[in-house]
């Protein structure tokens, strides 16, 4: 069983940054592809950022230049800078990780943009 602890989300104006992190317990080994999907109200949960233990990255268009994934393998931890924030940001931003054959979801942080 792989446990995800996220942390990081809240309340920023347009403009501004967030860092979210997820780390998977420490029993995680074997962790392969890890990432980061949202999901706004009345809309289907999407990807932003997906990352491989190669760093091998995958960015969904809507954040390519505005948002940075990147992973810490010996911590098992997982973070998603976010610059230059947007209104159409604002989601609930869930951690995913593999695990073969299996892929574990976080709890969900919020993330609001709003002045």
Do not use: H
Not at 22 to 46: F, T
Not at 71 to 83: E, F, G, P
Request: proline share 5%; aromatic share 8%.
């Amino acid at each position: 069983q792989v446990q995800l602890v996220e942390s990081g989300g809240g309340l920023v104006q347009p403009g501004g940054s967030l860092r979210l992190s997820c780390a998977a317990s420490l029993s995680a080994s074997g962790i392969q592809d890890m990432g980061w999907y949202r999901q706004a109200p009345g809309k289907q949960r999407e990807l932003v950022a997906r990352i491989t233990p190669g760093n091998s990255i995958t960015y969904a268009g809507s954040v390519k230049g505005r948002f940075t994934i990147s992973r810490d393998n010996a911590k098992n931890t997982v973070y998603l800078q976010m610059n230059n924030l947007k209104p159409e940001d604002t989601a609930v931003y869930y951690c995913n990780v593999i695990r073969p054959p299996y892929g574990y979801w976080g709890q969900g942080t919020q993330v609001t943009v709003s002045s």
